[in-house]
T-cell receptor, first 113, second 118 residues
Framework: GENVEQHPSTLSVQEGDSAVIKCTYS??????FPWYKQELGKRPQLIIDIRSNVGEKKDQRIAVTLNKTAKHFSLHITETQPEDSAVYFC????????????FGKGTKLSVIP | DVKVTQSSRYLVKRTGEKVFLECVQD?????MFWYRQDPGLGLRLIYFSYDVKMKEKGDIPEGYSVSREKKERFSLILESASTNQTSMYLC?????????????????FGPGTRLTVT
């Protein structure tokens, strides 16, 4: 089945710096890659997603890049702010068009004021 | 606004008890999911349902069963709770759409139930 590896598990950055979280996936048929943010004590919420027919997607300070050949995708957060502190999960669909996702183990991002 | 609710935020049960966790969504979503979240292990899929009375096992179904009698409600059942089932349980729902290779959609999560089995 699908396997999603996520790195790093923890990341600390100074406020205003950039943060990058990387994920690799194993199933070449996967074609949907969402990122979820989970603040302390809250539910995971989608912050950005990308489909395999697109190489990059941006939404204000957040961007995701996808390299299908290498089977990896990354989350980029620029100009980090304290409210970006959270656990971030990447995920990949279990094959093309699957409703089920395989999640990475998460990255705890701390933004130091 | 999508709303997914779970019956309890915190639950304490004894070993061997039968435990019911309920999830309700109000967006007419066809798909519903139960995950277990443990530190350092991410979100692991227990069961998935794509329609009323339909279910598929996820990655860790052992010790769990599910019930979906109505479209908006998905229940997770621990037949005989054990201490290794102490965890955070998250329910989610998603739209099914028209299917096909681009059919994956955002999952909306409930607030979670923290279950402690003693």
């Amino acid at each position: 089945g699908e396997n999603v590896e996520q790195h790093p598990s923890t990341l600390s950055v100074q406020e205003g710096d950039s943060a990058v979280i990387k994920c690799t996936y194993s199933d070449s048929a996967s074609n949907y890659f969402p990122w979820y943010k989970q603040e302390l004590g809250k539910r995971p919420q989608l912050i950005i997603d990308i489909r395999s027919n697109v190489g990059e997607k941006k939404d204000q300070r957040i961007a995701v890049t996808l390299n299908k050949t290498a089977k990896h995708f990354s989350l980029h957060i620029t100009e980090t702010q304290p409210e970006d502190s959270a656990v971030y999960f990447c995920a990949a669909s279990r094959g093309a068009g699957s409703y089920q996702l395989t999640f990475g183990k998460g990255t705890k991002l701390s933004v130091i004021p | 606004d999508v709303k997914v609710t779970q019956s309890s935020r915190y639950l304490v049960k004894r070993t061997g008890e039968k435990v019911f966790l309920e999830c309700v969504q109000d967006m007419d979503h066809e798909n519903m999911f139960w995950y277990r979240q443990d530190p350092g292990l991410g979100l692991r899929l227990i069961y998935f349902s794509y329609d009323v009375k339909m279910k598929e096992k996820g990655d860790i179904p052992e010790g769990y069963s599910v019930s979906r009698e109505k479209k908006e409600r998905f229940s997770l059942i621990l037949e005989s709770a054990s201490t290794n089932q102490t965890s955070m349980y998250l329910c989610a729902s998603s739209h099914r759409g028209r299917g096909g290779v681009w059919a994956s959609y955002e999952q909306y999560f409930g607030p979670g139930t923290r279950l402690t089995v003693t």
